[in-house]
């Protein structure tokens, strides 16, 4: 995969977290946004709105299967780059276009970010505590949701060229993506309901929700999907009102549901959630503890399938590894990539000599600035470290973690 930028517009390098928390002078290859999405891709740098860069991406469209954009609509037209000048470079090519609205329709022109479209979609008006007031779903599932169908529609692209042997343009909508999200609120307005916010319950199961521990902020969903895991929870509660007749059938339950979350929450309360979440699956129940980034990094099973990558990605101290999350799939023979992070343009040279083009032409491309490892002057300007005082205050940050590095330092091992 190659990822093609402009050194004018550059996409989610100063976001995020530094290593150490602090912005090296090549910041933009050391952001947390950026290692978390730029591993294993090369990088090439173009000036789309140059001749000379326009004419390097089409020699690079030619050797493609896939190209694959997210600008607004009329923006490749623009660049002089719309799908009949690609579909002429490469008949076979698969064009993926991703915008908010679409190529067409009255909202074609709008601008979008996942909040926007998690609002427009009706994800937004769906997602909260019952009662309670509409909340974002995630600060970004739009955005991975939106990913997601352009795989899709990649996969599908090169599916229906292998039966015609032509090229396809696909039109993806984040707005339509983020509505199919909703399809039975959707259906069920249609016969005459109206759905409701219900924090973290279904209207079929109870109880259903996210239950207290002990210690501060500590958290277990439990789901109880019939009567007999009813039964098993009640005796390992072994408490008189979990024996409740009432609540030895889901209609029961589901009437009682606030008293049995009461009640439920003062039991869980006392326990230790991981030893709580071991207990209620070895009896078959469904439960899980609500695990925060620590947790994450330092568990068990997913240091057992070798899930985390350790990148190196602070040029200051070039020994020093961090754990990101690598691929959740294992492939028969396939290993994937160390993980390393590719800097701004570090494949200019090869990919351009590949095309084609020798030194001499490589060197003038730079010169004139359509190329090159470094942003435009004065497009970026070097962040200062989070101030995680501050951010704790506005909620974006719950705790600092204070013994991060022992925590991982096992982990690390003789990685850096």
Known sequence: MIHVQSRTRLNNRMMGVYPENQPGEDFWNESSIFTSFERNKAALTLDLGTPAGR????????????VMENNRPGVMERLGLGDAVLAAANPRLIAVHCSGYGHSGPYRDAGAFARTIDAMSGLTDLTGYLNGEPLRA?????????????????????????????GLSLDVSMYGTGVSAVGTALLARQLGASPERLGNRRLDLAPQGVYPCKGHDRWIAVSV?????????????????????SHQHLRGRLAAHDHIDEQLAVWTAKQDRFDLEQRLQSLGLAAAVVR????????????????FQWVRTSSRRPAYVTPYPGLPLHLNGYEPGDGATVPLGADNERLLHELGYDAAAIAALCCQGVIGDRPVEGVLQ?????????????????RVDEDYERRIAALRGGRG
């Open 382 to 398: 070097r962040p200062g470290p989070a101030n995680f005082v501050e951010l704790m205050k506005t909620g974006a940050v719950a």
């Open 55 to 66: 004419d390097a991406f089409l020699r690079l469209v030619t050797t493609a299967d896939i």
């Open 138 to 166: 995630n600060p970004s599932f739009m955005d991975m949701l939106g990913a997601w169908n352009n795989a899709c529609a990649a996969l599908l692209g090169l599916l229906e060229r292998g039966r015609t042997g032509v």
């Open 225 to 245: 999907r019939d009567d007999d895991e009813w039964q098993r929870l009640a005796a390992a509660i072994g408490e008189p009102w979990a024996a409740a007749e």
């Open 292 to 307: 925060d980034a620590r947790d994450i990094v330092t568990d068990e099973h997913l240091q057992a399938r070798g899930f």
